[in-house]
């Protein structure tokens, strides 16, 4: 087993929460065509807090579930500072969050 599936499934837990704290977890799913992008982060379809409730975060979870290999890398946070550039200090702790879990992805078993 990887070591670091521990801490990723909490840094998910915690990515979540912030979501919610921000408001911006929503208690249904988009359409099924929005979901289906091609797009990389769904950017023409979805907003980046709903790319992240509704594909990053259900499919990390399915990996750390199913325990199968974690991606080889990881670079969430700057997508998210270029998808939130107007927030400013609102989304401090999620984009600290979400460089954790990058930092946990990035770093060699």
């Known amino acids: 087993m990887d070591a670091r599936l521990p801490a990723l499934a909490d840094q998910l ?17 988009p359409a099924v065509e929005r979901l289906a992008s ?12 709903e790319w992240l409730q509704w594909i990053f975060l259900p499919r990390m979870k399915d990996i750390i579930e199913q ?7 990881c670079a969430i946070r700057p997508m998210a500072e270029m998808a ?3 927030e400013g ?3 401090t ?13 990035n770093t060699a078993a």
């Open 84 to 86: 939130w550039a107007v």
């Open 93 to 105: 702790v999620l984009l600290e969050l979400l460089e954790e879990f990058d930092r946990l992805i």
């Open 89 to 91: 200090a609102r989304v």
């Open 67 to 73: 325990g199968v290999g974690l991606p080889a890398a």
């Open 13 to 29: 837990l915690l990515i979540e929460r912030e979501l919610r704290l921000l408001g911006w977890w929503a208690p249904a799913a």
């Open 38 to 49: 091609a797009e990389p982060f769904c950017v023409d379809t979805l907003a980046f807090e």
